[in-house]
């Protein structure tokens, strides 16, 4: 069995607060674009998937994007 190393701890609950928003891993890039943060679907679903570093500037387009805290990014 081979093991993947989780490269962040945010991403599985980017993923559960984005979903619940239903909004699309497009959307959010798009979004975060408008922000600034040059990410596209493609790295928000390496972030999601936990196989992708998350730098602290996206951590924060990503908590003012879907509307929440930075802390909340961090509930267990």
């Known amino acids: 069995m081979v093991t993947v190393l989780k490269r962040n701890i945010t991403g599985k609950n980017i ?3 984005r979903m619940n ?3 699309s891993q497009e959307q ?3 979004k975060l674009n408008l922000l600034g943060i040059n990410i596209d679907q493609t790295i928000i679903s390496r972030i999601e998937n936990q196989t992708r ?3 602290d500037y996206e951590l924060k ?3 003012i994007a879907l509307h929440i805290t930075i802390e909340d990014l961090f509930k267990e």
């Open 28 to 30: 959010l890039a798009a």
């Open 61 to 63: 387009g990503i908590a």
């Open 53 to 55: 570093e998350i730098l």
């Open 21 to 23: 928003r239903k909004i």
């Open 15 to 17: 993923q559960t607060i």
